[in-house]
């Protein structure tokens, strides 16, 4: 899977975005949606078991990874839908399923929503849940338009001490020492070393629409696709006992899987579990 990453992405134009991305495996298409701040790499765990059954499909939402965003392109929940939507038109998919995580479990709803012919099945990995507001960001939010954010977001990024903190990746892994070594070449070196992919991220997090996050406790109902929640129970950026009012509002929601010693990153945490939950779902069997 390392050599899916050695080599250039391929690019598909929707417009407002060059979406980059990549494919690995055989089967039926599964599209798999990353969230902020990171990209596709961060499926690199879940693919092998992944591959053996699918096509994965490994775009890199705008303002993220390797696509190549303009100052047009629209970083909300519905237009990051709309891009996928587009993606999926360019690439020439009838019908595919999902898996996503963070940001991109929300935008998979969403795209399943204006998408129902084609969106087939939902695995959705800790996410936004209408009514929280997750620890910080918010206030990132509030702050971006202020003078020397950029600056402090570097500085969050250089630091180990914050990118350990709450305030920075320690939510994601109840494991701190996931946070070195390829979490942090794949993920934080990027955003420090280009100020391009530093600027997306900002963009992205500005577009995080909270009313459309709380619409869903309504707009879930419509969403016509099985649906099934798998979750890092530590999670503190998203908990457990928030996330457990969600499968009710779905009309047909066929549980929520708790995965212990595990938080927002779950699939990098422990991707083995999350691919025993998630498989006999996708294919079917669940």
Avoid at 189 to 205: D, I, K, N, Q, T
Wanted: glycine share 8%; proline share 8%; net charge positive.
């Amino acid at each position: 899977m390392r050599e899916l990453w050695q080599k250039p992405p391929e690019f598909a134009d929707v417009g407002s975005a060059r979406i980059a991305w990549r494919t690995v495996g055989r089967g039926e298409p599964l599209l798999l949606v990353h969230g902020w701040p990171l990209s596709s790499w961060s499926f690199r765990k879940l693919l092998p078991r992944l591959a053996q059954h699918f096509t994965c499909y490994l775009p890199d939402t705008p303002g993220l990874g390797e696509t190549e965003w303009r100052d047009e392109t629209d970083f909300r929940f519905a237009g990051q839908a709309e891009s996928l939507r587009l993606f999926a038109d360019a690439l020439g998919l009838a019908s595919y399923s999902l898996l996503a995580f963070d940001t991109g479990a929300t935008i998979a709803r969403q795209l399943a929503l204006i998408d129902p012919r084609r969106a087939r099945r939902l695995v959705l990995l800790n996410t936004e849940i209408p009514g929280h507001r997750p620890p910080f960001i918010p206030l990132f939010q509030r702050t971006l338009s202020l003078p020397g954010s950029r600056a402090a977001m570097q500085m969050l990024l250089r630091s180990r001490a914050l990118r350990r903190s709450r305030m920075g990746f320690g939510g994601c892994f109840v494991d701190l020492s996931l946070l070195e070594g390829d979490f942090h070449l794949g993920s934080v070196v990027p955003l420090l070393e280009s100020p391009r992919r530093l600027e997306g991220a900002r963009r992205y997090l500005a577009g995080i629409d909270w009313a459309l996050v709380d619409g869903l406790a309504t707009r879930h109902r419509e969403i016509a696709a099985p649906v099934l929640f798998v979750w890092g129970e530590d999670d503190p950026t998203f908990p457990i006992e928030r996330a457990r009012a969600m499968p009710p509002q779905l009309e047909d929601c066929r549980g929520l899987v708790p995965i212990s010693r595990a938080r927002l990153l779950v699939h990098e945490e422990r991707p083995d579990a999350v691919a025993e939950a998630a498989l006999p779902f996708l294919l079917g069997a669940a």
